[in-house]
T-cell receptor, first 109, second 112 residues
């Protein structure tokens, strides 16, 4: 079973920041938080990952709480092309990804 | 740099037949993982190959088998197809079994 809990769906206005939460209260010290997204039946696209510190790349920012029990993926300026299912995955190095149902993000014009 | 590619893109088979799906890993990657994604669900891990050896397997029956070649490309074989095998089959490659996985576009299999 997936070790994460995410809202089933969210809406976001185009141009605004999209903040996608993920709960992983049973995360262990060696487990990373990964985020992927999947746009309508395409292969999942890697977004970002982190262990303890907040991370930022050209696509998004990942904010991990100090106790590591939850995290938030931030898309700073959402566009219509960001409409997708977003998966939060907790995984230890060398382990296999276990995907949950994810969050369906709809970016509205 | 070429990303992960999969072939064919779509496939229709009948129950009881056998199918082979192919995956070419990203340049420099030696690990391939295979996933099955049923409609409306997240991908489910089938197995992983690292340097031509199976390196972990999910909860799938033995009729799901695989192979990795010296150039690190991979095949997924499914025997005795069942209707429930209809799904999107995804492969992902990584630079090692501990590294970030990058997915291909998938092969959509329909079993009639």
């Amino acid at each position: 079973d997936a070790k994460t809990t995410q809202p089933t769906s969210m809406d976001c206005a185009e141009g605004r920041a999209a903040n996608l939460p993920c709960n992983h209260s049973t995360i262990s010290g060696n487990e990373y938080v990964y985020w992927y997204r999947q746009i309508h039946s395409q292969g999942p696209q890697y977004i970002i990952h982190g262990l303890k510190n907040n991370e930022t790349n050209e696509m998004a920012s990942l904010i991990i709480t100090e106790d590591r029990k939850s995290s938030t993926l931030i898309l700073p300026h959402a566009t219509l092309r960001d409409t997708a299912v977003y998966y939060c995955i907790v995984v230890d190095y060398g382990q296999n990804f276990v995907f949950g149902p994810g969050t369906r993000l709809s970016v509205l014009p | 740099e070429t990303g992960v590619t999969q072939s064919p893109t779509h496939l229709i088979k009948t129950r009881g037949q056998q199918v082979t799906l192919r995956c070419s890993s990203q340049s420099g990657h030696n690990t391939v993982s295979w996933y099955q994604q049923a409609l409306g669900q997240g991908p489910q891990f089938i197995f992983q190959y690292y340097r031509e050896e199976e390196n972990g397997r999910g909860n799938f029956p033995p009729r799901f088998s695989g192979l990795q070649f010296p150039n690190y490309s991979s095949e997924l074989n499914v025997n005795a197809l069942e209707l429930d095998d209809s799904a999107l089959y995804l492969c992902a490659s990584s630079a090692g079994y501990q590294e970030t996985q990058y997915f291909g576009p998938g092969t959509r299999l329909l079993v009639l």
